[in-house]
């Protein structure tokens, strides 16, 4: 690391972050969750369910995992609100509606994104950096596929994809990750360069 990085990190260690206790807690939460996700992941029995529509699915652990951090902030700050994916409500950890901290953990990788707000950004306690390329030809690009499959919202992202991938000017080539927020955490980490999509959720962008 450049003198300039360590500078930044030491000035971040030194600094009075006013949400590190609940920081800290949505770290342990995602490690500790990361311990009922895997042995799930590596089962071959699943207990998979649909929401709104045959494409929105929803697993018995996705459910387990949610109910854990819900139960486990509410015990701790009971005045807090609760926003999940499988359990919408009216809002989540925000002051004045700004984001103050964000945990992404990856446990198939075992990756851990963090950033607070005014601090940056890490991976495994690394600072996170973009690549900076700006030449759309040049760029991979990620992006997603709505749970949607009407035929407006298919000609939609249809359009979207022909946008980015037509010559002249096409992308150098467009992934699907399956996961908006690792995506936006890959576009963070200079895995790829680039990351659009439609349709997303508050759940999607937060951490």
Known sequence: RSNEYKSYLRACSEMSFQYEEEYRLAVELVMETANIFLPAFHSVKRNVQTKCCPTDLVTETDRKIEEVIRNKIRSRYPDHVFIGEETVS?????????????VVYN???KKLYTGKRGCGA???????????????????IATGMSVKRDPETLNIRCGDITAVTQEPG??????????????????AEG???AYFECGMHIWDMAA
């Open 90 to 102: 009216e809002g989540g950890f925000s002051v004045s509606r700004e984001v103050q901290f964000g």
């Open 107 to 109: 446990p198939i990788l």
């Open 122 to 140: 890490y991976v495994n306690g690394e600072i996170l950096r973009v690549t900076g390329e700006t030449d759309i030809t040049k760029s991979l």
């Open 170 to 187: 096409a992308c150098h080539g467009l992934r699907m990750m399956g996961s908006s927020v690792l995506a936006i955490c890959a576009v």
């Open 191 to 193: 895995v790829v360069d």
